[in-house]
Each structure stands twice: as structure tokens, then as C-alpha cells.
């Protein structure tokens, strides 16, 4: 059995879900997600715990049940508390700015690149822009903005120039080595 999908979900106080069939709606202080699910997983509400069932032991529902369990485990931190990712901007000259809600990164290149945030997505700087925190309710969308930011200039092995993840190790390579003479 999925040791991960057997797991009930705790409501938080302010959190509240509605089933709807295949469809699950949370809603919390930071806001309202929702996902549909496969429709060979049954879900419900007892007791002030979410609980997803499935109705074999294939091991297509094995995973289908850990999945399930895991994007709403994640949809109900979300409303609660939210997801934060961190970027650090290594580099001379690189930093970050906002401009109004966007996000305005000077990267080494000829001009500034406005990034807007999308919808539900809040940007922070901090040490003088060469700290960005992304945060949101919805974790896949936090997680792909910071990867979207990352692509902008992603860091390389030999000076270590560009943004990386705050928890990413850069391995280093030694360059060249000089001229014999």
C-alpha cells in the first residue's frame, strides 16, 4: 500500500475544502486552489481530514494514489502557509530592482529584463537585489517561476556568474591551465 497516500490530510483552522465529485477546491488565507483529480480515485472529508482512496492494488493506482494525496497535501500548505523559492544573483554588475510588481534584472546583457509576475506570485529582494524570494499558494507555479528566472542567465562552472537556487552547489572547474613557454 502507498505508505504516502494512506496518510490523511489535516485541515488547518481557516482552511476549508469542498468536494465536488472529481473536483477539489481548498480555500485558505492565502487564497483558493483547485484540481481535479482521476477520476479512479475516491476522496473524502471526515473528521477534519482529507482522505484519498483507490480501488486497487495495481500499481497504477498505487501511484495514482500517492500522487493525489501529494497535490492536495500541497494545495492545502499552500492556502496555509504558501511556498517560497530563494535565487541568489552571483556576478559583477548583476543585480535585481522592482518596478512596480515586476521584477527588472540586469544580467550582463546589453538590457534590463522585465519579468512580470504571474498570477498569485509575489516578488521580495533582499542584500541589495542579489536576493529574490518567490512566493505563492501554488507550488508548481513557484517552482517554475523560479526556474523561469534561472534560465534567464544560468550559473557557470568557472567564475560561478549567474542566478542559482539558494540551496545549489555550483561545482567549479579549474579553467585553463596557462601558456607553456
Not at 17 to 46: C, Y
Not at 101 to 117: A, Q, R
Amino acid at each position: 500500500m502507498s505508505r504516502i497516500g494512506k496518510k490523511p490530510i489535516p485541515l488547518p483552522a481557516k482552511v476549508n475544502a469542498t468536494i465536488n465529485k472529481q473536483d477539489v477546491t481548498v480555500k485558505g488565507p492565502k487564497g483558493e486552489l483547485k484540481v481535479t483529480i482521476h477520476p479512479e480515485m475516491a476522496i473524502k472529508q471526515e473528521e477534519g481530514n482529507i482522505v484519498v482512496e483507490r480501488p486497487t492494488d495495481q500499481a497504477r493506482h498505487k501511484a495514482l494514489h500517492g500522487l493525489t494525496r501529494a497535490l492536495v497535501a500541497n494545495m492545502v500548505t499552500g492556502v496555509s502557509t504558501g511556498f517560497r523559492r530563494t535565487l541568489m544573483i552571483e556576478g559583477v554588475g548583476y543585480t535585481s530592482d522592482m518596478r512596480g510588481k515586476d521584477l527588472v534584472l540586469k544580467l550582463g546583457y546589453s538590457h534590463e529584463i522585465v519579468f512580470p509576475p504571474p498570477a498569485g506570485i509575489s516578488f521580495e529582494l533582499e542584500d541589495r537585489g542579489r536576493v529574490i524570494h518567490i512566493d505563492g499558494a501554488d507550488k508548481q507555479v513557484v517552482g517554475q517561476t523560479a526556474a523561469n528566472i534561472r534560465e534567464l542567465r544560468p550559473p557557470e562552472p568557472y567564475k560561478g556568474k549567474g542566478v542559482r537556487y539558494s540551496d545549489e552547489t555550483i561545482r567549479r572547474k579549474a579553467g585553463k591551465a596557462g601558456k607553456a613557454k
